[in-house]
């Protein structure tokens, strides 16, 4: 169903749940792999895609059409993945690199992560970038998304966003290089 359909069907008082059921349907899997890239617990992941979907029913009636509907609800998940990892860094008072173990220790252990050796490498790679990095590389490399798509999410310019990827693959390429 295309998005314009999908939103008459959402600002209709008579269909809008059955347009939310259809919203969920349709990108709540992608939802879903975005935020887990961030926050790699699948619990997490789980509870965020739940938030994600709850701020878009309670403000869908606030989306401008003048963006792609993906892209406003992969901004609040964004949003949402990097509140959540601050939230967990105060709530502990942990240092980037505590929060960082606690994330490779999921990826070690969870029965949710799966993949060869060189996945969970590359895995570990990510977790040693910046937050908002890391969700630049995750977009670009792994969603395959436009720049011009991931500056319209993160409100960044696309200059901006081509040196912060530029940056997030030096860096894996020299993490990977170590081992």
Known sequence: MEDKELLSRLLND??????????????QEKTYWHIRKMVIDHDDADDLVQEVFIKVYN?????RADSQLYTWIYRIA?????TFL????RRFFLPLGDVEK???????????????EIQLRLQK??????????????MKYFDEMKYEDIS??????????KASYHHAVKKIEEYLDKD
């Open 14 to 27: 008579e269909s809008k749940n059955f347009g939310f059921n259809l919203l969920v349907k349709k990108y």
């Open 59 to 63: 403000n869908i009636d606030k989306f």
């Open 78 to 82: 964004t949003n949402e993945c990097l």
């Open 86 to 89: 601050n939230k967990k860094r």
């Open 102 to 116: 606690e994330l490779n220790s999921k990826l070690d252990h969870s029965p949710h992560i799966d993949g060869d």
């Open 125 to 138: 790679a990510l977790l040693k970038l910046p937050d908002k990095q890391r969700m630049v590389f995750n």
């Open 152 to 161: 319209e999410i993160t409100d960044t310019s696309v200059g901006a966003l």
